[in-house]
C-alpha cells in the first residue's frame, strides 16, 4: 500500500476531492490505496463496509446478483467515481456487489474521513451532489429506454435469446427452435394474437418461418438488427 | 399559468408535514426565513407543474395532494417513474445538480403547493453543510430506488410487474375504509405506464387476477382481497 496525494489525481469530471483546497487536501494524503486484480470481488450485496472507494486507475461493474439468475450489471464506474456509498451514508449493508472489470487501483476513504470532507468542505459536498445526481439520471434514462422499447424488439431479443439457449454446447448451431406462443407471449408481455401479428410481419420481412410448432430463423442479422434497434 | 386563489400559504416552523428530509431538519430561524421567501400555488388536477427538458427555477414542496413524476419514451410513451405526495420535495435534483428537469411532474388531484425559489435555496445551501448532507442521504436513496426497478423492468414478467404496480398504489393512495379498496381513481392507463407495458395487456392481467380471486375490480376502482397473493406474485423479497 503506498500513500498519494489527492492533488495529483486529475479527472475530467467532477470527481469526489477534486475541489478541496490544498490545506485541505494534505488531511487525506495518508489515505491507501488498494489494488483488485481483474474479476476480484471489491464488496458483495449484503455486506457493510466502514468507508468508500474512490476508483484511480481501471474499471468497476457495479452488479446486482439474484438467485438462479445471471448477475445483472447497473453501470460501469469509471476513474473519478466514488462506489460503495449506500452502506456509508445510510448505515445499512450494500445493496449490489461490486467487481473490478479490469485490473484498478482504487483508494479507500475511511467512514469518518468521508464525512469530515463532506461537512468541512462546501465544494466537495456539491461535486458529491453532482456524481450521485448524473448516475441517477443516467439509471432513470436506460429504464425508460428498457420500457419503451416495442413488442417487435421484444420479440427479436427473446428470439435471439432461445436460439443461443438451444445452440449452448452444440457444435453445429441448428437454425430452428421449438416455439411455444402462450409462453413467448408471457415473457415478453402482449398478447397471443398480437404475437401471431408481429410473427407474421417478421415472415414478411424474410426473417423468419414457422411450420406447427417450430419457428426457423432465416436471417440472423435482420433479426440483431430488430433486437438491438441499430 | 398557475392560478393563485388567494391561499394563505402554511409556515414551514408549524408545518405538520414535515417528512421530507431535505428541508425539515433545518433549525427555526432558517425555516421562518423560508416562509417569509416562498410563494404557495393552487394546482388543478391535470395540470402541469413543470416540464422534461425545461431549466429548473426552484424547489417544490407538497402541502396537499397527489403529483406523478412521469418522463417520455422514445415513441411518445409516457411512463410514471414514482409518485410524490403531502410533505415530498419535486425538483431538488436538478436543481442540485443545475441540469434541465429530466422528467415531468402532473398534478393528479387538486394540489397545494409552496415554491421556494432557486436563489432562496442554493443560499441556504451555501450556509449549511448539514443540508447538503441531508441531500446527499437523499440521493443515496433515490439511486437505491432507481437501480431497485431498472431490475424489476429487465427481470420480472409483466404479471408481476402488474401486480406490484397495485402494490405501490395502495402504499401511495392508502385505502379506503374496507381497508381493501385502493383509495384512488387511476385509470388502466395510468396503471399500465407504471408497469410499462400497454393498457390491453394491463386489462387482461387484471381480469386473469379477478378470476384467481386475487383482487376485485368495482368499476373503475380495484379492491385487493388477498395482498399476500399479490405480494407472492409481484415477487417482492427483497
Known amino acids: ?230 | 399559468m398557475r392560478t393563485n386563489r388567494r391561499l394563505d400559504p402554511p409556515e414551514c416552523h408549524t408545518c405538520e408535514k414535515k417528512s421530507n428530509p431535505l428541508l425539515c431538519t433545518l433549525q427555526d430561524p432558517e425555516l421562518k426565513h423560508l416562509s417569509e421567501h416562498k410563494t404557495y400555488n393552487f394546482y388543478k388536477k391535470g395540470q402541469l407543474i413543470f416540464h422534461e427538458g425545461n431549466r429548473p427555477q426552484g424547489l417544490y414542496c407538497i402541502d396537499d395532494g397527489k403529483v406523478k413524476i412521469h418522463k417520455l419514451g422514445e415513441e411518445g410513451k409516457e411512463q410514471i417513474v414514482r409518485f410524490a405526495k403531502e410533505g415530498h420535495v419535486l425538483g431538488y435534483r436538478s436543481l442540485l445538480s443545475n441540469e434541465p428537469y429530466n422528467a415531468s411532474a402532473t398534478a393528479l388531484e387538486d394540489t397545494k403547493m409552496c415554491f421556494i425559489s432557486k436563489s432562496a435555496f442554493l443560499d441556504l445551501l451555501q450556509e449549511n453543510t448539514n443540508l447538503s448532507i441531508q441531500a446527499i442521504h437523499l440521493l443515496t436513496s433515490d439511486l437505491k430506488n432507481a437501480e431497485q426497478k431498472i431490475m424489476n423492468m429487465a427481470q420480472k414478467s409483466v404479471r408481476s410487474r402488474v401486480a406490484e404496480a397495485l402494490i405501490l398504489l395502495k402504499e401511495c393512495y392508502g385505502t379506503e375504509e374496507d381497508e381493501m379498496t385502493i383509495n384512488s381513481s387511476l385509470t388502466r392507463r395510468d396503471i399500465s405506464n407504471i408497469a410499462g407495458t400497454t393498457t390491453e395487456t394491463t386489462i387482461r392481467v387484471l381480469s386473469d387476477l379477478k378470476s384467481e380471486g386475487v383482487v376485485e375490480l368495482p368499476g373503475k376502482k380495484i379492491k385487493i382481497l388477498s395482498i399476500k397473493d399479490l405480494m407472492r406474485i409481484a415477487n417482492i423479497f427483497d
Not at chain 1, 496525494?5 to 486529475?10: A, G, P
Open chain 1, 1 to 230: 500500500m503506498k500513500k498519494l496525494s489527492c492533488s495529483n489525481c486529475v479527472f475530467d469530471n467532477p470527481s469526489l476531492l477534486s475541489n478541496i483546497d490544498n490545506s485541505c487536501s494534505s488531511k487525506y494524503e495518508g489515505r491507501t490505496k488498494v489494488k483488485f486484480l481483474q474479476g476480484e470481488l471489491i464488496y458483495s450485496q449484503g455486506s457493510k463496509t466502514d468507508g468508500i472507494y474512490c476508483i484511480s486507475k481501471g474499471k468497476v461493474k457495479i452488479v446486482k446478483l439474484k438467485k438462479e439468475q445471471h448477475e445483472f450489471v447497473l453501470w460501469y464506474a469509471e476513474p473519478g467515481e466514488v462506489i460503495g456509498i449506500d452502506s456509508v451514508i445510510n448505515n445499512t449493508s450494500h445493496y449490489t456487489s461490486a467487481i473490478a472489470a479490469e485490473d484498478c487501483e482504487l483508494c479507500y476513504v475511511s467512514n469518518e474521513d468521508f464525512h469530515l470532507l463532506i461537512s468541512s468542505s462546501q465544494g466537495a459536498a456539491m461535486d458529491f451532489i453532482k456524481i450521485l445526481c448524473s448516475k441517477i439520471d443516467f439509471i432513470e434514462g436506460r429504464f425508460i429506454n428498457l420500457v419503451s422499447r416495442t413488442i417487435r424488439s421484444r420479440l427479436a431479443e427473446q428470439i435471439l435469446q432461445l436460439l443461443i439457449k438451444k445452440n449452448e454446447g452444440r457444435e453445429m448451431p441448428v437454425k430452428e427452435i421449438p416455439f411455444d406462443a402462450d409462453e413467448i407471449a408471457g415473457i415478453i408481455g402482449t398478447s397471443k394474437n398480437y404475437l401471431y401479428k408481429v410473427m407474421a410481419k417478421f415472415a414478411k420481412d424474410g426473417i423468419l418461418k414457422t411450420r406447427m410448432n417450430k419457428l426457423k430463423v432465416l436471417d440472423h442479422n435482420k433479426l440483431l438488427k430488430e433486437a438491438t434497434g441499430i
